[in-house]
C-alpha cells in the first residue's frame, strides 16, 4: 500500500508563498489521483486541488483558484503544492491523498498524509 508524507509547510507573511510536497512510498496505479485538502481550526477538512497522476487534470476550490496549482506525479514519487498570494484564511493543516476517482469528496480517497501546517501571518 502506498505511504504518503508532506513536507513544506511553514509560516509565511500575507502574500508570501510556499510549496508544499507529498512523496509516496510507491507509484501509484496509472488511474491515480492525488489532492490537497485543509484543516483549519475549528473548521472540517476540505477539498483544495486535485490532479491525475500524469497530471494536466487540474481542478481547484474556488477560493484557491488562480493562487495555488497542483502538479502532476513526477519521477521522484512526488508531487506538489505550489501556493501563491497566501492569505491569513489559508491557514490550516494540509493533507495530500491519493484515490482512485476524480472526485472532490474526501471519501475517495483511501491514502493520506499525516499533514503539515501551514500559518500565514498578517
Known amino acids: 500500500q502506498v505511504q504518503l508524507v508532506e513536507s513544506g509547510g511553514g509560516s509565511v507573511q500575507v502574500g508570501g508563498s510556499l510549496r508544499l510536497s507529498c512523496t509516496a512510498s510507491?507509484?501509484?496505479?496509472?488511474?491515480?489521483?492525488m489532492a490537497w485538502f485543509r484543516q483549519a481550526p475549528g473548521k472540517e477538512r476540505e477539498f483544495v486541488a486535485l490532479?491525475?497522476?500524469?497530471?494536466?487534470?487540474?481542478f481547484y476550490a474556488d477560493s484557491v483558484k488562480g493562487r495555488f496549482t497542483i502538479s502532476g506525479w513526477n519521477a521522484k514519487n512526488t508531487w506538489y503544492l505550489q501556493m501563491n498570494s497566501l492569505r491569513t484564511e489559508d491557514t490550516a493543516v494540509y493533507y495530500c491523498?491519493?484515490?482512485?476517482?476524480?472526485?472532490?469528496?474526501?471519501?475517495?480517497?483511501?491514502?493520506w498524509g499525516q499533514g503539515t501546517q501551514v500559518t500565514v501571518a498578517s
Open positions: 491523498a491519493v484515490g482512485s476517482q476524480y472526485d472532490s469528496n474526501q471519501r475517495s480517497y483511501e491514502t
Open positions: 490532479n491525475r497522476w500524469r497530471g494536466g487534470s487540474e
Open positions: 510507491g507509484r501509484p496505479y496509472s488511474r491515480s489521483v
